[in-house]
């Protein structure tokens, strides 16, 4: 009876109800070579679909292992939950709804043999019709985004940690968005390294209706004056009155000239993150419009 070797590196895939697309998430998973043992770990936060089923249908393809996460809903907690029960020192977190291209975890393991996080790079034209891609740019710079002008950080769908430093962390704190960056900032205070892998390349999904599209940028608007309030002590600053008013116009001259779908998509969820900044603002008690 051959031994199973304990696992090296663990994936993490929080889902709930993602039955649509967790098959083609676990097969890129299916296609990676990694030189050590490794395993995937299925957080269910609660799926009411037949996610579980499509997970288990994989058993024969992956080291694969079903965890409940269902106490709290989030992915927030279904991460944590995952991390706890990984056997492997490096995690890497998979989005449901992404596909990791060949050589993915070994790049991500690669930058974990000396760094604490690592962030891997988005690939955006794959899984997304062309009007979905217009509604925004992933604003990455090798895997690293500085979209609120403070330090960088991965996005939850292509970041890797180590669980020692994870575990140090505390884990992620109990948000619905904003959660990676508030993780990726207080890693970083705290002294530990992270490294950008531009070899990790994700296929990521936006969201494909403009409801969708519209609910995610208000989340997305909302997290960022909570993340103010968490980190102007450290030094993370907000714009002038005269840069919001030129962003309205802006939107407002985008607005105007829209004539199809994609320029809808573009408004949407600018508005969507201005709108999300302005309550997030009133619920926080500041003013990071």
């Not at 676990?26 to 957080?43: C, H, M, N, S, T």
């Not at 950008?196 to 296929?203: Q, R, T």
């Not at 909302?222 to 005269?242: K, T, V, W």
């Not at 809808?264 to 999300?276: E, H, K, P, S, T």
């Amino acid at each position: 009876m051959t031994a199973v070797l304990p696992a090296v590196l663990s994936v993490v895939v929080p889902c709930r109800n993602a039955s649509r697309h967790l098959g083609q998430a676990l097969d890129g998973l299916a296609l990676q070579r990694l030189d050590e043992p490794w395993e995937v770990v299925i957080a269910d936060n609660g799926s009411t679909d037949n996610t579980l089923a499509v997970a288990e249908g994989f058993a024969d393809r992956l080291n694969l292992r079903l965890i409940s996460a269902t106490a709290v809903t989030g992915q927030w907690y279904a991460r944590n939950i995952g991390v706890a029960a990984a056997g492997g020192d490096c995690i890497v977190f998979l989005d449901a709804d992404d596909v990791p291209a060949p050589g993915y975890l070994v790049a991500m393991r690669g930058a974990l043999a000396d760094a604490d996080l690592a962030a891997g790079d988005m690939e955006t034209e794959s899984l997304n019709p062309g009007w979905v891609r217009r509604s925004r740019d992933t604003g990455l710079v090798a895997g690293f985004s500085y979209s609120m002008g403070f330090l960088p950080y991965a996005t939850s769908a292509c970041l890797a940690v180590r669980k020692s430093a994870f575990e140090r962390l505390g884990g992620f704190q109990p948000w619905r968005v904003g959660e990676d960056a508030e993780f990726c900032w207080r890693a970083q205070i705290a002294g530990m390294t992270i490294r950008a892998v531009p070899d990790a390349v994700l296929h990521y999904r936006y969201r494909d209706t403009l409801p969708g599209i519209a609910r995610q940028a208000l989340g997305y608007g909302a997290a960022q004056p909570r993340l103010y309030r968490h980190f102007r002590s450290q030094g993370m600053a907000r714009e002038g009155i005269g840069d919001v008013a030129h962003r309205w116009r802006d939107l407002a001259g985008r607005a105007r000239r829209a004539r199809d779908k994609g320029d809808a998509a573009d408004c949407v969820y600018l508005f969507g993150i201005y709108a999300g900044r302005f309550l997030g603002s009133l619920r926080q008690r500041v003013w990071y419009p």
